[in-house]
T-cell receptor, first 112, second 110 residues
Framework: GAGVSQSPSNKVTEKGKDVELRCDPI?????LYWYRQSLGQGLEFLIY????????KSGLPSDRFSAERTGGSVSTLTIQRTQQEDSAVYLC??????????FGPGTRLTVT | QKEVEQNSGPLSVPEGAIASLNCTYS??????FFWYRQYSGKSPELIMS????GDKEDGRFTAQLNKASQYVSLLIRDSQPSDSATYLC??????????FGKGTKLSVIP
């Protein structure tokens, strides 16, 4: 079946611009996660959605970052006023709970 | 603060040998444990999950869990050059959220 998809696969933006990253989870997966991975670093948790519950935003690094999940499916991660330190690969994952997470291919964000 | 520790490596093993990857975790209530493989430039791929003490085997992979020692390991038998990747340990502590280690880079030498 179809896996987690993300778009765009690559995004180059100028410092100060806003960007939107999209994630389409696996159908039926109620949990959706956003992580980011900087070069040579581990996965940094950003935000977690579980069904209709309030999201766990504890990993968002600043108020420039926000995310929403519409209809329990597609999610959008928005970064406002991008900074060079935001450059990273942003990974989305979904899960049917307790079976580990299925990752999408990621969006490579480069802020110039 | 939940922590998952892994030796960053690189761990180099000759082709055909057993590769042993180790992971320790800090949260005693952790319930589920996962190993992911991440090839360079690719996203993580789940290869093993383990939930109870002991060994779990899947092909050339064996996951070992010791909750008393807060230790989980991954053994790769008959290592192949295609196994060369970074291996991430991840731990879930009942909140349906995984905490990842920084990964161990494995290099299998032909």
């Amino acid at each position: 079946g179809a896996g987690v998809s993300q778009s765009p696969s690559n995004k180059v933006t100028e410092k100060g611009k806003d960007v939107e990253l999209r994630c389409d989870p696996i159908s039926g997966h109620t949990a959706l996660y956003w992580y980011r991975q900087s070069l040579g670093q581990g996965l940094e948790f950003l935000i977690y959605f579980q069904g209709n519950s309030a999201p766990d935003k504890s990993g968002l690094p600043s108020d420039r970052f926000s995310a929403e999940r519409t209809g329990g499916s597609v999610s959008t991660l928005t970064i406002q006023r991008t900074q060079q330190e935001d450059s990273a690969v942003y990974l989305c994952a979904s899960s049917p709970l307790r079976t580990g997470e299925d990752f999408g291919p990621g969006t490579r964000l480069t802020v110039t | 603060q939940k922590e998952v520790e892994q030796n960053s490596g690189p761990l180099s093993v000759p082709e055909g040998a057993i590769a042993s990857l180790n992971c320790t975790y800090s949260d005693r209530v952790s319930q589920s444990f996962f190993w992911y493989r991440q090839y360079s430039g690719k996203s993580p791929e789940l290869i093993m999950s383990i939930y109870s003490n002991g060994d779990k085997e899947d092909g050339r992979f064996t996951a070992q869990l010791n909750k008393a020692s807060q230790y989980v390991s991954l053994l790769i038998r008959d290592s192949q050059p295609s196994d060369s990747a970074t291996y991430l340990c991840a731990v879930e502590a009942g909140s349906y959220q995984l905490t990842f280690g920084k990964g161990t880079k494995l290099s299998v030498i032909p």
